[in-house]
């Protein structure tokens, strides 16, 4: 049985951004995951965490119920039982206890409402949490000292943090601890220790979250779990071959964009398993002929006798593609998308991102973007006050949902708490030590946003207050960069690795790529360059010839590469 595990909801790392137009790409890589596996676990958190993750889950609702897209936990337990008790932990830290029992009450009970119709009544991968805890610390511990002892000042500390808790007796030192601790070093490190460190502790915990899932369900046989290939763990890959000691990630063979091409080349056509619906998409993934579609999907090599044979094979398949074409004839125009705020946050969450910033963060259009640089503490090249800094980096992050205001003064309150004496932070502050000065602290940020939104003026962006949130509501994307988790840029693009450029518009594009690099440029833009709207036409335009030029550059000599995302942004890389 053979399981992925998506860690891409995740809120530092995770590449599926706070934004409602993520949705409809985040279900197609859904889909198609769930074609190639036997089932998607995701982080319990991933669940509460980010707004996308239940309005995806219920588009795919056949899946959830049968098990086979959903997180795991411990034998004894069950799904909607984890999700009360990750709300509960949540809000019953820091300035949520301000709200009250019965607020809170009320709150957890909204949460398990909204999934309890969605979720299975027990896991069908179960996994041992106290072991898990115990060899993610180990792991991590083994992987700092091994950097440290090659020079890693960041990682250094780290360990030496660590080990003081763990002499003390602590034994739950997880990821949110580390991560805060590495928070607090940011202005006392240089970039690429403190990067390649908080990779190891957001790297181990991925990697101890795949390969401890290991049964199926009583009776069944185990399982191979491997970690989607996403943009972060990637760059974990180079980061373990540049540096051997470095536990290796066990990532799968193909991200969603390679398993749609390989589905293509088999004669399905993509579209049409798109516009079916979850439960047809159920019935087909466990219909006798795809068993051996997933058989061919990890064959190293496909003769082409064998690829023809099952072209036939699938043509046969005619229910789904009838129903594919009904709906395409009677789709009407896209519905809103039912998309509520996430109803927790972790503990340190916000602190963490305000100060190490996140990847997650994406807008639809780079070149048009207004900058704001987390290291420089700068938007628009213009200088911000540090705090203002902070909230704007956390509300960028946080999508058109924003961030509620308990959550901006349970930031700066834990902020208070990074790595003040060289040891880990204990826990984030309790509602007893923080109210005494709730209202100096309330005071302050009001202040904040005030300064905020003079500086936001000359944008055209506002941060909005409404229900208790503050949320930034702009004409102009704001694009994140400076973060802990950015890799230093190559001093110049690449040139085409060919003896000249290619003619027409595959040069006109392979230029539109090369003058934005390291950067991403959106397909809208890249259908503006190619002449079309930026409509559906357009991208769709668009994205055929960016497929041409790949094919153009696969069989020249050379290392560039053209990175594809979900989001429908394009890169090229060195690789």
């Not at 490190?189 to 390649?196: F, H, M, Q, W, Y």
């Not at 004669?267 to 047809?280: I, Q, Y």
């Not at 969450?349 to 910033?357: C, R, Y």
């Not at 357009?538 to 590469?561: E, F, M, N, S, T």
């Amino acid at each position: 049985m053979t399981i992925c595990f998506y860690g891409e909801f995740d809120a530092f790392t995770g590449a599926v951004p706070h934004r409602a137009f993520a949705l409809p790409a985040l279900v197609n890589d859904l889909r198609a995951l769930l074609l190639l596996h036997e089932g998607v676990v995701v982080p319990p958190g991933s669940l509460i965490e980010h707004p996308l993750t239940l309005p995806a889950f219920r588009r795919l609702a056949p899946f959830v119920r049968a098990g086979l897209l959903g997180t795991s936990g411990d034998v004894g337990t069950t799904p909607l039982r984890v999700i009360a008790a990750r709300t509960e932990k949540s809000l019953r830290r820091g300035m949520g206890v301000a709200r009250g029992a019965r607020w809170q009450a009320d709150a957890i009970e909204q949460v398990c409402l909204a999934w309890q119709d969605l979720l299975p009544e027990r896991f069908t991968v179960v996994r041992n949490v106290a072991a898990i805890t115990e060899a993610y610390t180990a792991s991590v511990g083994r992987q700092l000292q091994h950097i440290a002892e090659n020079g890693g000042h960041a990682a250094a500390r780290l360990s030496i943090a660590l080990d003081r808790a763990l002499q003390r007796g602590r034994t739950d030192a997880d990821r949110s601890l580390l991560l805060a601790h590495a928070a607090g070093l940011r202005d006392e490190v240089d970039a690429e220790s403190l990067r390649g460190a908080i990779t190891i502790v957001q790297a181990t915990y991925f990697r101890q979250g795949a390969s401890s899932h290991h049964k199926w369900a009583p009776g069944q046989p185990g399982v191979r779990m491997t970690l989607y290939p996403g943009p972060f763990a990637r760059r974990h890959e180079r980061l373990a071959t540049a540096r051997p000691g470095l536990d290796p990630l066990p990532l799968g063979r193909r991200d969603a964009d390679e398993i749609r091409r390989f589905l293509t080349m088999l004669g399905l056509r993509w579209r049409m398993l798109a516009a079916a619906s979850a439960e047809d998409l159920f019935t087909l993934a466990h219909a006798p002929v795809w068993a051996r579609v997933r058989a061919l999907a990890n064959d190293e090599s496909l003769p082409d006798e064998l690829v023809a044979e099952t072209r036939a094979t699938l043509a046969g398949v005619r229910d789904l593609e009838q129903a594919a074409l009904a709906l395409e004839a009677t789709l009407g125009p896209r519905a809103g998308v039912d998309v509520a705020a996430p109803p927790a946050r972790a503990p340190w969450q916000s602190a963490i991102q305000s100060t190490l910033g996140a990847m997650a963060e994406h807008a639809e259009d780079a070149a048009a973007a207004i900058i704001l640089d987390l290291s420089k503490g700068t938007l628009g090249g213009q200088p911000l006050t540090p705090a203002a800094c902070r909230v704007l980096a956390v509300l960028v992050v946080a999508g058109e949902w924003g961030v509620s205001v308990e959550d901006v003064l349970q930031m700066e309150a834990d902020r208070a708490a990074f790595g003040d004496t060289g040891e880990l932070p204990t826990r984030p502050l309790l509602t007893a030590e923080i109210t005494i000065h709730r209202h100096a602290r309330r005071q302050a940020a009001d202040q904040t946003r005030h300064r905020l939104s003079r500086a936001l003026e000359t944008t055209g962006a506002r941060v909005e207050v409404k229900r208790g949130r503050w949320r930034l509501v702009c004409e102009r994307e704001i694009h994140l960069t400076g973060t802990a988790w950015d890799e230093p840029a190559t001093a110049s693009p690449p040139d085409w690795p060919g003896d000249a450029e290619p003619p027409g518009q595959l040069g006109v594009l392979w230029r539109c790529l090369r003058d934005a690099y390291p950067g991403e440029v959106a397909l809208p833009a890249l259908a503006l360059a190619l002449g079309r709207a930026p409509d559906d036409a357009g991208r769709i335009y668009a994205a055929k010839k960016v497929a041409a030029l790949r094919v153009r550059l696969r069989p020249l000599a050379g290392d560039i590469a053209i990175l594809g995302h979900h989001r429908g942004a394009y890169r090229l890389v060195r690789m």
